[in-house]
């Protein structure tokens, strides 16, 4: 066997893959990640990298799989370059939405995770975890002045704003909490820490067993822990997504850093890491809260109640309490599901095909209905198609793409602009 080659599995090995690996079938809303072959290539130390045991990418997602760590602090620093534009940019473009954003004159609140979350998608951020177990995490956003901490505490979760003196509070019923009986019926409680290797590795891991090569690839010092490299890439042609590398802790087999890097080269789209770590139990103040004195307090009860009941901000973070379950009544068997979503295509290159019933960008804003600002920011972002679907407009990052059709069908996945051109001229 080649020292940088891929090898086949057995069906038997496969089989006891899929089942140590069962624990990452998290529930990701990310179109293409799908396909993996297991290469049995054993890790060889570069110079300068730990001198570490062989070790094949089989035993190593195994090794993550079995992985009992529930406890750590630590530091991550996670950038984010999708090429999208700035989230205040878009809400000042757009006008009015400004004003329905937490902390807006929609009344909102500053500290509430659905919003306060997103600006991990774009720039650089420091965060401060902390981990206890299932019932108890913390997750801090450090900025030059000011402090976002989102606490899950048993049954509670708060967060809070320092910059505003803001608190977003969410109770869920005891039988909510994760080991608990009955936990999966609800969605009230975040399943991990947001922004952490760990979580990125999980989705990326959520795939079956063809269209992707997988290897370990050398040995890393990450956060001063002795690392393995596992390097994952498609086969298939045409996907945006290059290459995902994971460092996994040699001891205890812990995802210490997680990388995407695009196929179209630059710098990395995601790249999150622990700078510092620690797998001693945190102390158990860590994931005490108590709102400072004169902080406004938004109970989640309170918003859905004013939100018509429909959950926005319930506690469960805007996604719904059956936000898994709708996904795979959607997406599961690659047919169209209730909403008019249907997968074209498999593996890495699988896109989502959604009929929105309604008239697309370019008719909008031929009758006039679409108002002129917001027309001018779509022209600013998008490109003009045409093809046997008629014409559109396609909306790129350097991940996912979206291609918007005036007949009202959207094409979305991590796929390039000619694989959604070519997706909307064969559905016809």
Known sequence: MAPNGNAETTEGTRTVRRRKAA???????????????????????????PDLPQITAQQLIEKMAASDTQQLSGTVKISTDLGLPSFDGLAGALGGAAKDAPGGSGGGSSADPQAKLMQLASGTHTLRVAADGPDRQKVSLLDEASEYSLIHNKDQVWAYDSASNEVFHAKAPRDAVQGEPDGDKHRDLPEGIPGTPKEFAEQALKASEKDTSVTVDGTAQVAGRDAYQLLIKPKQSGSTVGEIRIAVDAKNGVPLKFTLSPSSGGKAAVDAGFTKVDFARPAAGTFDFSPPKGAKVTEADALKDREGGKGKNSGDFGLGK???????????????????VQVLGEGWTSIARIDTGAPGVGAGAEKGEMPAQAQGLIDSLGDKVSGKFGEGRVFSTRLVNALM????????????????????????
């Open 23 to 49: 624990r990452y079938a998290v529930p990701v809303a990310v179109a293409g990640v799908a396909g993996l072959t297991l290469g049995l290539v054993p890790a060889l130390a570069s110079a300068g990298d």
């Open 322 to 340: 059956d936000f898994g379950k709708d996904l795979e009544k959607e997406f599961g068997k690659g047919g169209a599901g209730a909403g008019g």
């Open 405 to 428: 059709t005036d007949d009202g069908k959207v094409y979305v996945g991590a796929v390039t602009k000619d694989a959604l051109v070519k997706a909307a001229n064969e559905a016809k």
